[in-house]
C-alpha cells in the first residue's frame, strides 16, 4: 500500500518477523554525487494486534461444526450398538447412538424455527428428546431408530414451544394443544375448501367444543400484557392497568348484604330462644352461640349426665334450629 508520501508501505501480520532490515531508509545517500531520478521507496511495517478485524462468535455455528464431527453410523452398527445397549446396558454404546444421530435433532429443529426462534433452546430440548428414544428404542422390531426418534424428538420441542410460547401459559389441557397447532391450519383448509371456517365446523373436525375454539381465538388473536405497563396519563400521572382492576376484596354490594343477612340471623336466633327451657336453653348459650362453647364433658357434669347424653341433647337441638331457619329465611343460610 502507498501511504500519504507516496511510500509504498507493505503491511505485516503481527507474528510476522520480517526481513531484518524493517524500517530501513532505501533513498539514495545525500553525498552520493549527481542525484539519480528518485524511486519509490518501500518500508515494511508491523501491522498492530487492533489493526485485525474482531470475528463475531455464532453457538449456533459452533454447534453445528461439532456435530459434524461424529460421523453417521451404518445400519449393522446401529443395530449392533442398540443391540448391546439393551442387553448389556453398555453407556457408550448410547452414547455412540446418541452422537450420530445429533444431524437429526438440528434438522427438526430448523421445522420449528418460525415458531420458536431461539435455535439453540429447540435443539437442546430436541436432544433430550433423543436421548430418550434411545433409552426407549427396541431394535428388535425392524425400525429405524431415526424414524422413532423423530417422534421423541417432536414431543420435547412441541412441549418446549407451549411452555414458552408467551409468559401465560396455552397449551395446558389436550384440546388446547390440539387448537393450539391445529386451529390456523384447519381455517386454511376450510377456506380453500370454500367453507367458511365457523366454529362449529373447527370444533366437529377437531373433536373439540365450540367454547374452547372461540377462547383458543382469543388469546392466539391478543399478546401478553403486563399488569404494570400505563394505560393513561392524567394530571402528569401515568395510571396502571393494575390500578384500574376491581379490589380482590368483597364488594360493598357483598358486604352490605352479609350485614343485613348476619342482623336476620341474629333476630331469628334471639326469637328461636324465647321458645326454649330447660337444658336446651343452656346448651343453646353454651354451645351453639357461645365464642368459646363448653366442652360435652364438662357440660355432662353441671348436668349430672354423661357426655353422649349431653351429645343427644345438642342433636335435636340442633335440628330445630336448622327446621326454624328454614322456614324463616329459605335457603340463605344453611346449617352444617
Same mark, same amino acid.
Given at each position: 500500500?502507498?501511504? /500519504?508520501?507516496?511510500?509504498?508501505?507493505?503491511?505485516?501480520?503481527?507474528?510476522? @518477523?520480517?526481513? @531484518?532490515?524493517?524500517?530501513?531508509?532505501?533513498?539514495?545517500?545525500?553525498?552520493?554525487?549527481?542525484?539519480?531520478?528518485?524511486?519509490?521507496?518501500?518500508?515494511?511495517?508491523?501491522?498492530?494486534?487492533?489493526?485485525?478485524?474482531?470475528?463475531?462468535?455464532?453457538?449456533?455455528?459452533?454447534?453445528?461444526?461439532? =456435530?459434524?464431527?461424529?460421523?453417521?453410523?451404518?445400519?449393522?452398527?446401529?443395530? /449392533?450398538?442398540? =443391540?448391546?445397549?439393551?442387553?448389556?446396558?453398555?453407556?457408550?454404546?448410547?452414547?455412540?447412538?446418541?452422537?450420530?444421530?445429533?444431524?437429526?435433532?438440528?434438522?427438526?429443529?430448523?421445522?420449528?424455527?418460525?415458531?420458536?426462534?431461539?435455535?439453540?433452546?429447540?435443539?437442546?430440548?430436541?436432544?433430550?428428546?433423543?436421548?430418550?428414544? *434411545?433409552?426407549?428404542? @427396541?431394535?428388535?422390531?425392524?425400525?429405524?431408530?431415526? /424414524?422413532?426418534?423423530?417422534?421423541?424428538?417432536?414431543?420435547?420441542?412441541?412441549?418446549?414451544?407451549?411452555?414458552?410460547?408467551?409468559?401465560?401459559?396455552?397449551?395446558?389441557?389436550?384440546?388446547?394443544?390440539?387448537?393450539?397447532?391445529?386451529?390456523?391450519?384447519?381455517?386454511?383448509?376450510?377456506? &380453500?375448501?370454500?367453507?367458511?371456517?365457523?366454529?362449529?365446523?373447527?370444533? &366437529?373436525?377437531?373433536?373439540?367444543?365450540?367454547?374452547?375454539?372461540?377462547?383458543?381465538?382469543?388469546?392466539?388473536?391478543?399478546?401478553? &400484557?403486563?399488569?404494570?405497563?400505563?394505560?393513561?396519563?392524567?394530571?402528569?400521572?401515568?395510571?396502571?392497568?393494575?390500578?384500574?382492576?376491581?379490589?380482590?376484596?368483597?364488594?360493598?354490594?357483598?358486604?352490605?348484604?352479609?350485614?343485613?343477612?348476619?342482623?336476620?340471623?341474629?333476630?331469628?336466633?334471639?326469637?328461636?330462644?324465647?321458645?326454649?327451657?330447660?337444658?336446651?336453653?343452656?346448651?343453646?348459650?353454651?354451645?351453639?352461640?357461645?365464642?368459646?362453647?363448653?366442652?360435652?364433658?364438662?357440660?355432662? @357434669?353441671?348436668?349430672? =349426665?354423661?357426655?353422649?347424653? *349431653?351429645?343427644?341433647?345438642?342433636?335435636?337441638?340442633?335440628?330445630?334450629?336448622?327446621?326454624?331457619?328454614?322456614?324463616?329465611?329459605?335457603?340463605?343460610?344453611?346449617?352444617?
Amino acid at each position: 500500500m502507498v501511504d /500519504s508520501d507516496g511510500v509504498e508501505v507493505e503491511v505485516l501480520g503481527p507474528d510476522d @518477523d520480517g526481513p @531484518d532490515d524493517i524500517g530501513q531508509d532505501y533513498s539514495e545517500p545525500e553525498d552520493s554525487g549527481p542525484k539519480k531520478p528518485t524511486r519509490a521507496r518501500t518500508q515494511l511495517v508491523k501491522a498492530r494486534p487492533k489493526d485485525r478485524a474482531l470475528a463475531r462468535h455464532d453457538p449456533l455455528e459452533a454447534y453445528m461444526r461439532e =456435530v459434524q464431527s461424529h460421523r453417521l453410523l451404518t445400519a449393522d452398527e446401529e443395530k /449392533s450398538l442398540a =443391540v448391546r445397549y439393551v442387553e448389556t446396558g453398555d453407556v457408550n454404546a448410547a452414547a455412540n447412538l446418541v452422537t450420530a444421530h445429533l444431524r437429526l435433532v438440528v434438522k427438526i429443529a430448523y421445522e420449528y424455527r418460525r415458531a420458536y426462534r431461539n435455535m439453540m433452546d429447540l435443539i437442546q430440548e430436541g436432544n433430550m428428546g433423543l436421548m430418550q428414544a *434411545v433409552k426407549k428404542y @427396541d431394535p428388535y422390531r425392524g425400525v429405524k431408530l431415526s /424414524s422413532y426418534a423423530a417422534w421423541w424428538i417432536r414431543a420435547y420441542m412441541l412441549r418446549y414451544i407451549l411452555a414458552n410460547f408467551r409468559m401465560v401459559k396455552l397449551g395446558t389441557t389436550q384440546a388446547q394443544r390440539k387448537l393450539f397447532f391445529n386451529l390456523n391450519k384447519e381455517k386454511a383448509k376450510l377456506t &380453500a375448501m370454500g367453507i367458511e371456517p365457523t366454529s362449529s365446523e373447527i370444533a &366437529a373436525r377437531l373433536d373439540v367444543t365450540e367454547a374452547e375454539v372461540d377462547e383458543m381465538e382469543k388469546r392466539l388473536a391478543r399478546g401478553d &400484557a403486563s399488569l404494570d405497563a400505563p394505560v393513561n396519563e392524567a394530571d402528569g400521572r401515568q395510571t396502571a392497568r393494575v390500578e384500574l382492576l376491581p379490589a380482590p376484596g368483597t364488594s360493598p354490594d357483598l358486604i352490605n348484604e352479609g350485614a343485613e343477612l348476619s342482623f336476620l340471623v341474629r333476630k331469628h336466633l334471639d326469637e328461636f330462644r324465647k321458645h326454649l327451657s330447660g337444658k336446651d336453653v343452656i346448651i343453646f348459650d353454651q354451645r351453639l352461640v357461645a365464642d368459646e362453647p363448653k366442652t360435652l364433658q364438662e357440660l355432662g @357434669d353441671d348436668f349430672g =349426665v354423661s357426655r353422649e347424653r *349431653v351429645r343427644q341433647l345438642e342433636a335435636r337441638l340442633t335440628g330445630k334450629l336448622r327446621d326454624y331457619l328454614s322456614e324463616q329465611l329459605g335457603d340463605a343460610v344453611q346449617m352444617d
